[in-house]
């Protein structure tokens, strides 16, 4: 891409042979704890460098500090710290919001966090280059769009006009980016910018970032996730506790990890991982039961597979025991005068011991499905059996019985528990469902929940809010289990998880499958979690299941051009 006609001339612009970014002995601490300890490191222009590593290791603070941002409180010392010649370190908080933006371009994880819900998003794109660059008011409103169409938005002087909420995670994501490179920065830090997008959309942004780099853009890349950086990383740093751990190519730090944390790393990525492989065994995997849990047989099986009418079973083996059947599930919402179709003639059946996976972009009906199947939306047509047993579309008074039956676990478990609970009083309100039951019992089964899904039975005093996103998850499948389901979805249980917590939920998903006969329901945009989790596997497009069947079948032999495509995505 070239130069940004009319952009200010900047003070220590880069020069042939010298890094865009020369990182020597960072240090930073906040209120006496090192959260960075001596980390060093270069980027020349036209390069990409990735910072991997778990949640608290240091890579995020380490790649603010780049911009001045490093959070409040921060101390930040180091023999050197420059961006494009400059020291960032003796700059004025002038200087420091002029290098934010035009030198250096900063894309966040959260794009409707970082940009302004009030605002369109071509008004941020603008103002970017009204700050960064001497374009007059109708060139930068060309450029907005031109920058809009080059991240791969659709219509993008449409987009350009709406706020971040009417947008989708993806196209919200595409415009940070846009505002991000806007004038033309000589570095781009990119921290974690493909989180819980879709297989696809995550492709077309790196693709970009690939684009910026063999453009002679530095790109500085923060990730967790092992498979995005293996797709654009030129050289990869692994960090924890503040400090780097190894150092080298792509293929020399996860083909051949010469360090314990980073094997572990490479150890817990689910992608080409055969079905029920451990992944977490490196990394401590969660012991198995002590004996039976809340609601299940000495043979593993829930006590609910005894008391289920007669009619939900065959007699064949678990694997064979349809435990839901959708049929023909279709919804239609209307939106301003508009009819927009969610599902359209969905179909499938979840068997015992067994899980599907659903896969498929934003929008595509995935979510919408989930619903219907736990009967939180009604289908204008089409219907759902639970055991049997007609489920959906039916009066709630009629589903009350039953609704135990089915349980979730879903993306984002510290929304989904009310803040003023402890854990023990969010399990203690999934065990009574409003029965009066006597106290001792039911802190009897708390403990047993949080035995069974590898917590402490200490953290029942705990609020959710101060348990790690491990626990939280773990708690959220402990809720889900207290009810003695036989049938969970799961949506995007691990899509904002690092790598070896993400193992180690996977571990115990597929634990708890086994000893409990149980059948998952498990929307991901992760092909990889997908594959590694799935016996059958469903694609979605536009609200229609495109491709369905042995997940192995529909990866490897995918007819429909969308399930190729993300087929193709995927970086296993």
């Not at 817990?268 to 198995?288: H, T």
């Not at 049929?327 to 899980?355: N, P």
Request: hydrophobic content about 40%; charged content about 25%; glycine content about 10%.
């Amino acid at each position: 891409m070239s130069r940004v006609e009319g952009t200010s001339a900047t003070p220590g612009e880069a020069v042939p042979d010298r890094p865009v970014l020369d990182v020597r002995d960072l240090v930073v601490s906040f209120s006496g704890r090192r959260v960075v300890d001596g980390v060093s490191l270069q980027v020349a222009a036209g390069e990409c460098v990735a910072i991997v590593g778990e949640s608290g290791s240091g890579k995020s603070v380490t790649a603010r500090s780049v911009v001045g941002l490093a959070g409040e409180g921060a101390r930040v010392s180091a023999a050197r710290l420059s961006v494009a010649g400059q020291d960032v370190l003796s700059l004025s908080g002038r200087r420091l919001r002029k290098l934010r933006g035009g030198t250096v371009g900063l894309i966040a994880q959260d794009a409707l966090v970082s940009l302004d819900p009030l605002r369109p998003v071509g008004r941020e794109i603008a103002d970017t280059l009204a700050l960064h660059t001497d374009l007059d008011a109708a060139a930068r409103r060309a450029r907005t769009v031109a920058l809009l169409e080059r991240v791969g938005l659709p219509d993008a002087e449409l987009r350009a006009g709406q706020r971040p909420g009417q947008l989708s995670g993806g196209q919200r994501q595409r415009a940070l980016i846009a505002a991000g490179i806007a004038a033309d920065p000589r570095l781009v830090v990119a921290d974690e910018p493909t989180t819980a997008l879709d297989q696809p959309v995550q492709a077309g942004v790196l693709r970009l970032l690939g684009q910026l780099r063999d453009e002679g853009t530095g790109v500085l890349l923060i990730s967790h996730d092992l498979s995005v950086v293996l797709g654009i990383a030129d050289r990869v740093l692994v960090m924890t506790d503040g400090v780097v751990v190894e150092e080298g190519t792509p293929a020399e730090v996860f083909e051949r990890p010469g360090h314990p944390y980073t094997r572990k790393l490479v150890d817990a990525v689910p992608a080409g991982r055969p079905r029920g492989e451990s992944l977490s065994v490196s990394a401590g995997a969660l012991p198995p039961s002590a004996g039976p849990g809340v609601g299940e047989r000495s043979d593993g099986r829930s006590k609910s597979a005894d008391t289920a009418t007669d009619s939900t079973f065959d007699g064949t083996d678990a694997g064979e025991r349809v435990l839901v059947e959708a049929r023909g599930l279709s919804r239609v919402f209307h939106v301003g005068g508009r009819e927009i179709v969610a599902t359209d003639d969905v179909s499938f059946t979840l068997r015992a011991g067994r899980t599907l996976g659903l896969v498929g972009e934003s929008g595509s009906g995935k979510s919408t499905t989930a619903r219907l199947l736990l009967g939180l939306e009604h289908p204008d047509a089409g219907e759902v059996a639970l055991l049997g047993e007609p489920w959906n579309p039916l009066p709630e008074a009629r589903r009350r019985p039953r609704r135990h039956l089915i349980g979730a676990v879903f993306q984002d478990a510290l929304s989904s528990f009310d803040p003023r609970w402890t854990v023990g009083a969010v399990l203690a309100d999934a065990i009574t469902r409003g029965r009066s039951l006597r106290p001792g019992p039911v802190r009897a089964q708390i403990a047993d929940l949080l035995n069974t899904v590898g917590l402490d039975p200490a953290l029942a005093t705990r609020r959710p809010l101060h348990l790690s996103g491990g626990q939280r998850q773990r708690v959220s499948v402990a809720r889900a289990l207290a009810a003695e389901p036989r049938v969970l979805v799961l949506d995007e249980p691990v899509s904002a998880l690092d790598v070896s917590v993400q193992a180690q939920v996977l571990d115990l998903l597929d634990r708890l499958q086994r000893e409990r006969d149980l059948a998952y329901l498990l929307i991901t945009h992760d092909l990889g979690v997908a594959l590694h989790m799935s016996d059958d596997l469903a694609v979605m497009q536009e609200g229609r299941i495109i491709e369905q069947g042995p997940a192995s079948t529909v990866f490897e032999d995918a007819e429909h051009p969308y399930a190729r495509q993300l087929r193709d995505a995927v970086r296993l």
